[in-house]
């Protein structure tokens, strides 16, 4: 599984000029996602504010779970006056199958990004995302999603990143077909790359 997704990620990178690839994991999860710039695909005005995000996340403890694929459409900007804080806001879809179940849903999601303002020769960043689709945004047998995360990052060169973070995900199924369920409560740690 491990060299599909790998495989994936760089067949990505080279049909779509990529802005920024991760790659996360831990002992039973490994998690790639990309946020391409729209902005340079159609050399636009306003370069590193919108992004296509794709992810994919596979945990791989549970034989009868599939994958969870999300993509969407993410508005990122600098808050003036703050230095280093960026705040994000969008929407994605998910998809996932839990054995004979099927959980699609639409979450919101909003995120904030922070640059330390440390005299360091390596940046050091920090970030929380959060995601939520209350039972009107969910469908098939789902009821609703909520994604939160954050990471703790070192930019070692220009291009590239070091992080570590937590993730927890709820993908609530129908009371009658399962109710809460967790998909991942987790730490992980990996690298980002700019493109």
Known sequence: MLKKLLLSL?????????HEA????NNDDIEVGANIDLGELNQSDY???YFLTLGLLDVGRHT????????????????????????????KGTHLKAGMLTHASIPV????????????????Y?????????????????DRYFEG????????????????????????????LGGKYTFSDTAYVGFKVRF
């Open 64 to 91: 009868n779970i599939e994958p969870l694929y999300s993509a969407g459409f993410m508005l990122r900007q600098p808050i003036s006056g703050t230095g280093g804080l960026k705040f994000g806001i969008g929407v």
């Open 47 to 49: 370069p590193d504010a």
């Open 22 to 25: 991760s790659i996360n994991l």
């Open 10 to 18: 760089t067949l990505c990178s080279s049909l779509f000029a990529m």
């Open 126 to 142: 920090i970030s929380g995302d959060l995601s939520y689709a209350p039972s009107v945004l969910s469908f098939e047998d789902a």
């Open 109 to 124: 999601n909003v995120g904030l990004s922070y640059t330390l303002p440390l005299d360091f020769v390596m940046p050091i």
């Open 149 to 176: 995360r954050t990471e703790l990052g070192l930019q070692i060169i220009e291009q590239g990143s070091l992080f570590v973070g937590y993730r927890k995900i709820d993908a609530n199924f129908k009371a009658g």
